[in-house]
């Protein structure tokens, strides 16, 4: 309850000298705070006064020189706002009296028949009515406006009644149901809950009215619209009691059907994809029962050349190579009979007409209802089974290309290690002769401290796939015991009925040197970049000392050599205080100059929130008088580009400055934070001005061109003695964020 106490100023609307002088003889009789008493004798004054002094509570006569009964108050209340007013009135006007209360007056009160406490009373009474009243007003917009910016729809239950109000604007919105302002029955929501669910959602909310425990309910059902459509929703209860007992329910349902019909469909596709990566690993197709192709992954055109859409729909025996047909029909109609099968080698004809060899599992997945067909994953093995015709073809051309071969090749058993075969170029680089060679392991090519690592290198070779090429870096040994750096490629082979390894190995000794060689010349410019820039810093330390000793330094010194004058009680005291407080309000400007110029490299350090609020910081320290209060808890700034927080930083200071000349203000409140777009607002309790009349300055029109720069909306909303509101939205854009590289 707000404090009765506290000063009233109180307008008396009364053009009866006799009246007016009976009524102030009874305010100053009664025990009320009074603090003025301002007196009008018409209601065109009374519309004057209500503008310009700030006034607690109207007492009117209905009966005024320039209007009568009801139009009198209508005049008034034009003007009061939340202001009470109490109608004084004789007995012929008391009909007119009760027009004035239906119509929003506070109380009436009958000349010559109330004394001083009925009058206090009755003063009280209005008050505190009318504070009611606009605080019930406040509460019901509020509540029609959530209900508005949001998609649910709000609902109130007597358990007792099983009557529901709704929130008619969004049930017909959402739901397609007008049901007015009227309370519907528990069955208008029970019955369009889906018949499947419909018994276990409405046990589910008696369960949760019943259990004294609780004072929740929430569930997810699907809903009928009025177009017979279901939306799938999600209800929440808020439990309500008495006397021990649940009386009410006000909750909110929420259409989530989008994101419900999200989740389902991301189910099937992970499902799906599940499957589909167990089963495969290259090229990924799905075949019906028929064969023809109803999926196709992205391998299929990066492999074949063809799309989804090119592929989907045909049949996979038009691609088969004649020669390889029947036996690709004999492993399709297994397939349909067992869960996997599996088909060596067969050729596919890609986009371009050529003939691949390809390798196929297949998978069975036609009972399956998120795959329903045959899971082929297939891999281009074309190179592989040219390599083996080549070889098995050109024996001698394979002994060539070996024993020729620029680069260092030897071959191993990958169970015994032994070597087994080497070129040339290997003996050259190692030192051993061929004979040497043959009597080692790949194991004496390398220091001690390497073969462990090695030997766990020979596992995971032996586990590859036969197509596998593995790449490494290692340290070998020469014949004389020389490190040298070997970059080899590892493939496993049949080699005279033996289990080996092919491996091409090429020294990467220079490589690595000039590898080196780069890195120390880059460390040395880096180094030299650090010292440049430590140059730069030091001689703006310089520059910013000598501004100090040169100029703030000496303001100082005369300043305190003229306070100590004055001190010392000379006739010109007065004089030289005044002279030394404005050779400190000059060194003062210099120091905020100075730490202006330092914003560049604070932003670049700490950030755009950091240098606003040391900003805000300097002028609190020369101005006491105002309290700022910055919020920016929800702007991320990691991925802004540093010219743009410039500008949102100049914009803000050009703004304070503008407070700070002209404003007056005691509250200034800036807010920057990030949605779908940039916003600034810096908002002031200062005198305002008129947006129509006055010209936009300097720092106005400096602001506007900051904001256009960055295709950002500016709006200036003030008023004479309502202060000014600045709010800004950029877009999120290329030209803010940071280019990727």
């Not at 209340?77 to 929003?104: K, Q, R």
């Not at 992970?270 to 196709?296: A, C």
């Not at 008023?719 to 030209?735: A, S």
């Amino acid at each position: 309850m707000s404090d009765n106490r506290l000063p009233l100023t109180i307008l008396i609307v009364e053009d009866n000298p006799g009246d007016l002088f009976l009524l102030e003889e009874l305010l100053k009789g009664a025990s009320l705070p009074i603090k003025q008493l301002i007196k009008v004798t018409s209601a065109h004054d009374a519309q004057l006064a209500l503008q310009q002094e700030e006034i607690n509570l109207v007492l009117l006569d209905l009966s005024l020189p320039d209007s009568n009964g009801l139009q009198s108050y209508e005049m008034v209340d034009e003007y009061a706002g939340s202001i009470p007013i109490v109608v004084l009135t004789g007995l012929i006007d008391m009909e007119v009296a009760l027009e004035t209360m239906a119509s929003g007056a506070q109380d009436y009160l009958i000349k010559g028949e109330f004394d001083e406490k009925l009058l206090e009373k009755s003063i009280q009474y209005s008050i505190e009515r009318k504070k009611s009243q606009e605080s019930l007003r406040e509460s019901i917009d509020r509540y029609k406006f959530v209900t508005r910016v949001t998609n649910d729809v709000v609902w109130d239950m007597n358990l007792s009644t099983k009557k529901v109000l709704w929130a008619e604007e969004n049930m017909k919105r959402l739901f397609g149901y007008d049901t007015g302002n009227e309370e519907t029955g528990f069955d208008f929501w029970s019955e369009k809950v889906h018949p499947d669910e419909r018994e276990q959602v409405i046990k589910k909310l008696l369960d949760a009215c019943e259990d004294n425990t609780s004072d929740r309910w929430e569930d997810e059902y699907r809903f009928v619209r009025a177009d017979g459509t279901y939306a799938y929703v999600l209800d929440k209860g808020y439990l309500l009691y008495a006397n021990g007992k649940a009386v009410r329910m006000i909750g909110s349902m929420q259409d989530i059907t989008e994101r419900k019909l999200a989740e389902l469909k991301l189910l099937d596709s992970e499902k799906r994809f599940r499957s589909l990566v167990q089963n495969g690993s290259d090229m990924i197709k799905i075949l019906d029962e028929n064969g023809r192709f109803t999926f196709s992954s992205p391998s299929v055109e990066k492999v074949l050349g063809y799309s989804q859409e090119a592929i989907v729909g045909k049949m996979t025996f038009d691609f088969i190579h004649p020669d390889d047909l029947q036996d690709i029909l004999g492993h399709f109609q297994t397939i349909k009979q067992t869960d996997y099968d599996e088909i060596p080698y067969f050729r596919f004809k890609n986009i371009h007409g050529e003939w691949r060899w390809l390798e196929t599992k297949l998978t069975n997945l036609l009972a399956d209802p998120a795959v329903q067909g045959i899971v082929s994953n297939s891999r281009d093995v074309t190179e592989k089974k040219k390599a083996e015709e080549a070889i098995l073809a050109s024996e001698e051309r394979y002994r060539s290309l070996f024993f020729n071969n620029p680069m260092s090749i030897y071959i191993w058993d990958i169970n015994t290690l032994e070597i087994l075969e080497v070129n040339d170029t290997a003996q050259k680089e190692y030192g051993y002769s061929r004979d040497e060679f043959l009597s080692l392991t790949m194991k004496d090519l390398r220091r001690k401290e390497n073969i462990p690592q090695y030997l766990s290198f020979v596992e995971e070779l032996k586990n590859a796939d036969a197509d596998t090429i593995m790449h490494g870096v290692w340290k070998h040994a020469r014949k004389n015991s020389e490190e040298i750096a070997m970059e080899i490629y590892s493939q496993k082979i049949s080699f005279k009925e033996r289990n080996a390894v092919l491996a091409l190995a090429n020294n990467i000794d220079e490589k690595i040197r000039l590898e080196n060689k780069l890195a120390e010349e880059r460390e040395a410019k880096q180094k030299e970049i650090t010292e440049a820039v430590i140059r730069v810093q030091e001689k703006e330390r310089y520059e910013i000392s000598r501004e100090l000793h040169d100029n703030v330094n000496q303001q100082l010194t005369v300043a305190m050599m003229y306070i100590a004058t004055a001190e010392k009680g000379t006739n010109n005291a007065e004089a030289l205080l005044k002279q030394s407080s404005g050779f400190i309000y000059n060194a003062i400007e210099e120091i905020r100059k100075l730490s202006k110029a330092l914003v560049t490299p604070l932003i670049k350090d700490f950030g755009l929130c950091k240098a606003i609020e040391g900003l805000l910081e300097d002028i609190q320290i020369a101005n006491t008088s105002i309290h700022f209060d910055f919020f920016c808890e929800n702007f991320y700034e990691e991925d802004v580009q540093y010219e743009f927080k410039l500008s949102i930083y100049r914009i803000v200071q050009e703004q304070l400055n503008n407070i700070l000349k002209h404003a007056k203000a005691k509250e200034v409140v800036i807010e920057l934070y990030r949605d779908e777009v940039i916003r600034l607002s810096v908002n002031d309790d200062g005198v305002g001005f008129d947006t129509k009349k006055k010209r936009k300055g300097i720092g106005i029109h400096n602001i506007q061109t900051r904001v256009g720069l960055y295709g950002g909306k500016i709006n200036i909303h003030s008023e004479p003695g309502n202060g000014c509101q600045l709010r800004i939205e950029f877009p999120i854009t290329n030209d803010i964020l940071v280019k990727q590289e």
